[in-house]
């Protein structure tokens, strides 16, 4: 058994003991009916949290005013939460106030969706209050209750249902489809963090598509922030979603997306500000974007040349983004030919150079400055392509004529 799982039984066992019930919850109990195997093990129960840090020796307080507190059993952490209802969604982002409750049907029924509502007891019993098992088999993703009612108190909600489908491969129940239609501009409230977080998390499954599909046949994608800042309702082919499921790179998918909604160079930047990406992740996607969108036939040496300037790992993220926007050409080099260019490159970047700027400075007899840097710029990038051999005195001598023309 999953020692995580083992951790979270024993964990149920003692807070039995204690006289409270307990029970694994949401997507572990879904993940295990599907065959799948859980992200984690989370515990419900009807102890308060200052119960359950009272119980256990080593508890840390996560989130108590959630109800949560990570026990930490034989060093692995379980998180258990306190039965709750959640109050008034007043800024449609998160809820005022949680009230705990003693009864697991109510902490079930403030959940998302019928397949995430489901508990198990520590003997193996399945309680499914909202037909789940139902939903699994039937691969539907249904709102506990009413869609239009669970979507106003959390819009984030909607965006999640887009990503079980990606997630999961299951269709949107019809009525949460529409419901999204009706209330999707409730969206611009959510933060753009958990927007992009569940965006990223439709990037780590295999295919994202059906889940792109919702956002976009709903027009959900165009209320989200920032996304409702840069587009119109207007909505691309099936065809063309389809395409995410043809990457496996995030950041290859980010700059599809981003091309998806009109993103020019000239915005590209601060759109990238707006997701709030971390700076390599931009970097990453304007090379990507850079290279992939105005990806055209060229001569080996430019290929090379790109290479050399970009590095292996971009130039592979540009042809497949070529790729999904339809820029290659059968005779384009493939990630293969890149890579073996690359393997064949003798000199990658500058300290590859077997001479160095003090050895320079020697040669061409000139004072240090900003000279020596440039030229040993240049001497790499014409190793690289083979112009000239990387040998050490090859190097000084083009590197003393070229040396001597800069002026410091
Ligand atoms: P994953 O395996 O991707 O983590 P998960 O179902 O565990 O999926 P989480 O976001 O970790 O998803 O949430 C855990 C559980 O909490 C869900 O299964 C669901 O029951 C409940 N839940 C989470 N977010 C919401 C929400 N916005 N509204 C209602 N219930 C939610
Ligand atoms: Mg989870």
Not at 53 to 64: K, M
Not at 135 to 148: C, F, H, N, S, W
Not at 253 to 277: D, H, I, N, P
Request: hydrophobic share 40%; net charge neutral.
């Amino acid at each position: 058994m999953d020692e995580r799982k083992r951790a979270a039984l024993q964990v149920m066992e003692r807070l039995e003991q204690a006289g409270f019930a307990a029970y694994l919850v949401g997507g572990c109990v879904r993940d295990e009916l599907l065959g799948r195997q859980p992200q984690d093990y989370d515990v419900a129960t009807e102890a308060h949290p200052y119960k359950v840090q009272e119980i256990f020796p080593r508890t840390v307080p996560t989130g108590l005013q959630h109800g949560t507190v990570t026990v930490v059993q034989q060093g692995i952490p379980v998180e258990v939460t306190t039965f709750r209802v959640e109050e008034g969604y007043e800024d449609r982002r998160r809820p005022s106030q949680v009230a705990f409750v003693s009864s697991l049907k109510l902490d079930l029924a403030r959940r998302d969706f019928t397949v995430n509502a489901m508990a198990r007891d520590r003997h193996g019993k399945l309680i499914d209050y909202f037909s789940g098992v139902q939903d699994l088999e039937a691969q539907v993703i249904r709102t506990v209750g009413e869609p239009l009612e669970r979507f106003r108190e959390d819009a984030l909600r909607m965006l999640r249902a887009a990503r079980f489908v990606a997630q999961f491969g299951f269709s949107l129940d019809d009525k949460a489809k529409r419901a999204i239609e009706q209330l999707k501009q409730e969206s611009r409230f959510l933060s753009v963090e958990r927007v992009v977080s569940e965006l990223e998390k439709m990037w780590r499954m295999p295919t994202p598509s059906p889940g792109m599909g919702i956002l976009f046949e709903t027009g959900l994608i165009a209320a989200l922030p920032p996304f409702y800042q840069w587009i119109d309702e207007s909505k691309p082919a099936a065809d063309r979603l389809e395409r995410f499921d043809w990457v496996q790179d995030r950041i290859v998918r980010w700059s599809y997306l981003l091309s998806l909604c009109g993103t020019g160079e000239a915005v590209l930047e601060s759109r990238l500000t707006q997701l709030k990406l971390a700076n390599r992740d931009k970097e990453a996607i304007i090379d990507c974007l850079k290279l992939g969108s105005k990806w055209e036939r060229q001569g080996e040496e430019e290929w090379k040349r790109l290479l050399y300037r970009f590095g292996i790992l971009a130039l592979k993220r540009a042809a497949q983004l070529a790729e999904l926007l339809g820029r290659r050409q059968v005779d384009d080099p493939d990630e293969a030919k890149l890579e073996e260019w690359w393997q064949a490159m003798p000199v990658k970047q500058t300290q590859d150079l077997p001479i160095t700027g003090t050895e320079l400075i020697r040669h061409v007899g000139k004072k240090a400055g900003p000279w020596v840097g440039k030229t040993l710029a240049y001497l790499a990038e014409q190793a690289a392509l083979q112009h000239i051999p990387n040998e050490r005195e090859a190097l000084l001598k083009e590197g003393c004529q070229i040396g001597a023309k800069y002026s410091q």
